[in-house]
Each structure stands twice: as structure tokens, then as C-alpha cells.
């Protein structure tokens, strides 16, 4: 059973930065791609920043400039540093690995629970 676990978020003025992490509590055999999601009240889930294996990166447009994605491959953890937060960034964060755990095992989305993060002054 894996799980992931996400901390870091809470609450800070604009211009402010919080960074998010994201550990798994179980190993894989490998993991392809890293990420985070976000979900603002009323609105549908989005893809903030994603990372693969090799390090190539992906950001949504709204955060380019100012969010960092970042992943220890030894510790398989991912980590989203968020500067110059703005009030629309206000949303649930939710981590994502897509990887296996064995080299039989079928490739598999696994979920964090999610952390609060709140941009307000």
C-alpha cells in the first residue's frame, strides 16, 4: 500500500511563498512522472506543474515565473516551491506520482490527500 503524504501548505499574505512537499510512504520500482494538481472552490482541478524521471518540466501558464518543481529521485519526493503567491492560487494541492511498483506491476496514478493552501490578506 502506498500512500502520499503533502505538507507545507498553509496560509500566507500576497507576494508571500510557501513550499510544498510530498513523500511516499512506500517504494517503486520506478516512477515516470511527478506533479501537482490544485483545486480552488467552484472551479475543476488543474494540472499546476509536473516533472518526469529525466527532469523535464510542465507548468499551467498561471504560475510559470513564479512556482518551481523540483524531485529527489533516491528519496522519491517532489517538491513545489511557490513564490509570489497571488489570491487565485488559493486551492487544495494535490500531489501525483505515475510509476509502478514492481517491473510487472502496471503503471498507476497514485493520490495525496491534499493540503490547504491560502493566499489572503
Known amino acids: 500500500q502506498v500512500q502520499l503524504v503533502e505538507s507545507g501548505g498553509g496560509f500566507v499574505q500576497p507576494g508571500g511563498s510557501l513550499r510544498l512537499s510530498c513523500e511516499a510512504s512506500?517504494?517503486?520500482?520506478?516512477?515516470?512522472?511527478m506533479g501537482w494538481h490544485r483545486q480552488a472552490p467552484g472551479k475543476e482541478r488543474e494540472l499546476v506543474a509536473a516533472?518526469?524521471?529525466?527532469?523535464?518540466?510542465n507548468y499551467v501558464d498561471s504560475v510559470k515565473g513564479r512556482f518551481t518543481i523540483s524531485r529527489d529521485n533516491a528519496k522519491n519526493t517532489v517538491h513545489l516551491q511557490m513564490n509570489s503567491l497571488k489570491p487565485e492560487d488559493t486551492a487544495v494541492y494535490y500531489c501525483y506520482y505515475r510509476g509502478r511498483r514492481t517491473m510487472f506491476s502496471p503503471w498507476h496514478t497514485y493520490w495525496g490527500q491534499g493540503t490547504q493552501v491560502t493566499v489572503s490578506s
Open positions: 512506500g517504494s517503486f520500482f520506478s516512477i515516470n512522472e
Open positions: 516533472i518526469t524521471n529525466g527532469g523535464t518540466t
